[in-house]
């Protein structure tokens, strides 16, 4: 069946290996999603309608700049320690940095739950969609916030 008798002994140290290396992995991810899933619950909640849109060739990852209806908080820098929260609120204004459906326009408007990790998009009083916001963490997405940020602050730790 094996042309080397050590064939067998190879697959299984390799079958061993890549199972202890994926069992690392899941542990890892499962390390950070709890860590960014406490960083969001910050009791963040937010509306507004979109005034400007900005997406990078990151797959459709972008900034959605609102002027802001609703909100329990009107400032919010979003800088951690080589990451990003996905919003920023200053005063009447906020920006949403997270991928950005090719249908959403100018004047939809957008809700923001931190603790639930939502982002909905609203086309007049109808939910076009919704899905989860996350912490960016991807130096690219970020470099894309800082050089098209409305914000004079948005990645400056040092404040």
């Known amino acids: 069946m094996f042309k080397y008798k050590s064939s067998p002994i190879v697959i299984v140290?390799?079958?061993v290996l890549s199972s202890i290396f994926f069992a690392i992995y899941y542990k890892i991810s499962k390390i950070e999603i709890e860590k960014d899933?406490?960083?969001?619950?910050?009791?963040i909640v937010f509306s507004g309608i979109i005034?400007?849109?900005?997406?990078?060739k990151n797959h459709a990852f972008g900034i959605l700049q609102l002027k802001i209806i609703k909100t329990n908080n009107y400032s919010f820098k979003p800088y951690l320690e080589g990451e990003l929260y996905p919003y920023a609120i200053k005063d009447s204004v906020a920006e949403?940095?997270?991928y950005i459906p090719l249908s959403i326009k100018k004047g939809?408007?957008?809700?923001?739950?931190?603790n639930k990790k939502t982002i909905t998009f609203y086309d007049g009083d109808k939910i076009k969609y919704q899905?989860?916001?996350y912490i960016v963490s991807e130096e690219r997405?970020?470099?894309f916030v800082k050089k098209n940020t409305i914000f004079d602050d948005v990645g400056n730790?040092?404040?």
């Open 96 to 98: 949403i940095y997270n």
């Open 141 to 143: 997405d970020i470099d």
């Open 13 to 15: 140290v390799l079958l």
């Open 108 to 114: 939809y408007k957008v809700q923001i739950n931190s």
């Open 131 to 133: 899905w989860e916001i």
């Open 37 to 43: 899933n406490k960083l969001l619950t910050n009791d």
């Open 51 to 56: 005034t400007d849109l900005k997406v990078s």
């Open 157 to 159: 730790v040092s404040d």
